[in-house]
């Protein structure tokens, strides 16, 4: 099923299961790549950390992914994770 989602600086992934997840990163981190997003915030949630745990894995191996780190307590703690993209470069 094609979910259409908006293009915007966070998602949300409470809604996804775990194996939809890098699939879903790949598409969502690229659009914000041509969108000119530096950063945006992935929202895995605190659980027991298998969301948490997919995404950065999955941002370990992304040529799109600057650096990424938890967010401050304000932006979703250990409940979310901060991506830097690299810069895009239009051809």
Known sequence: MIVS??????????????????????????????????????IHGKGKGVQRNIVHSFLEKSSLVESYRIAPDDRGGWGATLVHLKTFESD
């Open 5 to 42: 989602i908006p293009i915007e600086d966070w998602i949300d992934l409470h809604t996804f299961s775990p194996h939809e997840i890098p699939s879903l990163l790949e598409e969502y981190l690229l659009e914000c790549y041509k969108k000119g997003f530096k950063e945006v915030r992935i």
